[in-house]
């Protein structure tokens, strides 16, 4: 039987600056969500409701990301 890729599903908060460790990042609503990546790096990627984002992040910005709040999930 094959693995689940992603084992755990966070909702996160875009009122505020969240950290944590992500897998990927699941936007049920369009727009933009500003990121900082495993690599250290800082991104911005513009997204379409139902879009998954297959990037590795550690922290998910409030300025810069406005995606609805309680739109965002963290996945693991």
């Known amino acids: 039987m094959a693995q689940p ?28 969500i500003k990121v900082d990546m495993f690599s250290g790096e800082t991104a911005t990627f513009t997204v379409i409701a139902g879009a998954l984002l297959p990037v590795k992040v550690t922290k998910v910005y409030n300025t810069g990301t406005d995606v609805t709040n309680g739109k965002l999930i963290g996945l693991n």
């Open 5 to 32: 890729m992603y084992n755990s599903a966070v909702n996160i908060p875009t009122n505020a600056d969240t950290t944590g460790k992500w897998k990927a990042l699941y936007a049920g609503a369009a727009g933009d």
